[in-house]
């Protein structure tokens, strides 16, 4: 699997290429897979210490968005308690522009829209 690569980087935030296969944060104790907040962690990106575990026992320091497993793409991680609310009330306000762009393999109509079961 290929490896995130940091794009930028400040004293609050992070932006970093996540590759597709790769999860963002652990979903069981059990995973075998390096995730993402992971590879940050043996990286030495230094992300605040008190940054609380977000749902039950699943540690995502910075984590505000997530990309699915499968999905490749470009997330900004918080570094500070300061940006992590930052990030989470501009994402609350939508006040963030996500784009997503996807390969597909078949013929769309002529407003390059696809509608049926795309899965997960």
Known sequence: MTEPTI?????????VAKPAGMAVHATNPDQDQETLVEWLASRDVKLDERF????G?????GIVHRLDQDTSGVMVVAKTAEALRDLQD??????TQKIYRALVAGIT?????????IGR
């Open 57 to 61: 026992d699943i540690w995502r320091p």
């Open 109 to 117: 109509d002529e407003a390059g829209e696809f509608s049926g079961a």
């Open 7 to 15: 794009l930028g980087e400040d004293i609050a935030y992070l932006v």
């Open 90 to 95: 501009q994402f609350r306000e939508r006040t």
């Open 52 to 55: 609380p575990k977000s749902t």
